[in-house]
């Protein structure tokens, strides 16, 4: 989970710590028997889950009675806010007190929200824990409407008034903050609009949260029995994995009975999809934004033409995507292709068994160029107990990371030993969570706020050194075009795959802006075109996929997924240069990791040694993916 905003800079709505960067965490299995003989094989529930293989959230708080009490105090200092209400344009010190009260509550507001969103990842139908969510959010939606009168008020003080108060020392700790919100003057309205505004946020996440409830606790998808003669409990964490399955009729069945129950609920999924995109457009609008990707763009920063030119450069390359999917299809010696067998690997022999300490291994061996400090760090906190490491009933599906300015920096895994994969996904949470320690130590607090532009540069730059040492440490023709052809789903999944959803966000979007309700049938219209687009003439592609769109759960965090394609190009340049022992390239990206928040994304990531607004990065990235296809047409 990657650093958020402080309140000044964002809408208040529920969890106020940092929005999660998940991850897509799946895989393994193979085959197909007779169901009916076999037990099936479920997951654990959370109390019989070891104590060392969970997270020790005491860095947060000691207890659930603790955070009870701390919920308390942060409650009664809400009435803190009137005293400053009608005052702040009196003095740069008054101005300068308000902001260290407000910058405190927020600090002390994410130890709270993010110990509460922790607990209800472990178990989504816990009761208690999404209450403590709820609870959380009730008060955090009363702090925000009692801080309301801030933004309109520092606005409303004169611009030149207000940049000589900057250059004094009182208000020279916010000095980049304030800059920041009075870039937000267009955007901002009067008071009492803004306590309007400030008063939704109870509801504001009600489309996320059904989504949430429906998908991970109530949707029940049956059993599988793979090659190996398993049965498997058919999950959203396990339904990739299970499309690992070597046995074509396996993967065939996991896809239609994955898929049956989203069609069964399509039409509240796709209400809830449409929910989410109406609310985006709202805010837009009632905020003056253009539009609504324009107003995501707006907080880091970053250029329409950035967001444009990615889905250009991507679609430019697409030839050689197809190409990839024809070598696909010929290497598993299939008459046709489809989007079940994307992810059965094409060279089984890299999927080995990892224990965690064996992941974890490899995981730091691989970023030793980036020194023994960081390694030695992250090192500690793995084998510690950063991670809740396992799968359990009812757990959070994927990963992510989620720390605190004064807490450890904890992971969520779904790990199983014999995917590969789980060890990727293990070293990008990792470049989270050290990225979040850097910040936090580095900075104060108003600026170790890293946003998710720059952190998915942080997680995948780790999973590049990864990949280098694998490569460094194959010996064979074989274990080479196994990692290849991981690297190769690793672009098409985090560069073409995500520069799709890019495209759906922003096509479904303007459908809502030009008062085109988003229907079940609109929205997999939409989605089939790009699916065509996308994956090629000669692939075969069910009907059901057309309602893969409405499982993204990245969907409700709206503009947000193509940060992920940029990340990894942006990556993939730095990885390079550090890797080569380019002269100031390791001391430029460690700088990077400690720069929380104190530039633009892309000023920092300028200083670190690439530059996104200019084409070059995300061409490199996808002539490198086209390289690496015919490679590893060489090889197999």
Known sequence: MAAGPTRLERQRSGHSGRPCVATALDRSAQGLHDMTETPVKTLPVRRDVP????????????????WEAALAAWEARIPGFATFAGTLGHSPERLAECLAFDLAYDREGDRIGTYAHLRASEDQAAAEAQRMVGRFQHVSTRAGEAASFMRPEIMAIEPDRLAAWMDGPALAPYRLLIERLVRTRPHVLSEAEEKLLAMQGTFAGTAAKVFR????????????????GERVELSNASFVTLLHDTVPEVRRTVFHQFYAQYQAHANTLAATLSGSNERDVYAARVRKYPSAVEAALFADHVPLAVYDQLIAAVRGQLPAVHRYYDLRRRVLGLSEIHHYDCYVPLVPALEKKHTWDEAVDVVVRSLAPLGADYCGRLEAGLRGRWCD?????????GAFSSGTYDSDPYILMNFQEEVIEHVFTLAHEAGHSMHTRYSAEAQPYQYSSYTIF??????????????????????????RAAIISREIDSIRATIVRQT???????????????????TLERIRGIYRELLDAYFGPRFSIDPE???ECLRIPHFYNAFYVYKYATGLAAAITLADRVARRVPGALEAYLGFLRSGASKWPLDLLRDAGVDLEQPEPVATALTRFGALVDELATLL
Request: charged content about 25%; aromatic content about 8%; glycine content about 6%.
């Open 51 to 66: 104590a060392g293989d969970t997270w020790d959230l005491a860095s947060l708080f000691a207890s659930d009675a603790a």
């Open 213 to 228: 409830q429906l998908t991970d606790a109530d949707l029940t998808f049956g059993a599988i029995t793979t090659g190996r």
């Open 389 to 397: 490491r396992y799968p359990n009933a009812g757990k959070q599906s």
């Open 454 to 479: 720059v952190a998915e540069v942080a997680s995948t730059f780790n999973e590049q050194l990864l990949t280098r040492l694998l490569l460094e440490r194959a010996t064979t023709r074989e274990e």
């Open 500 to 518: 799709m959803f890019a495209e759906f966000e922003r096509r479904s979007h303007a459908s809502c802006e030009a008062g085109e309700p988003l």
């Open 545 to 547: 996929l057309e309602l």
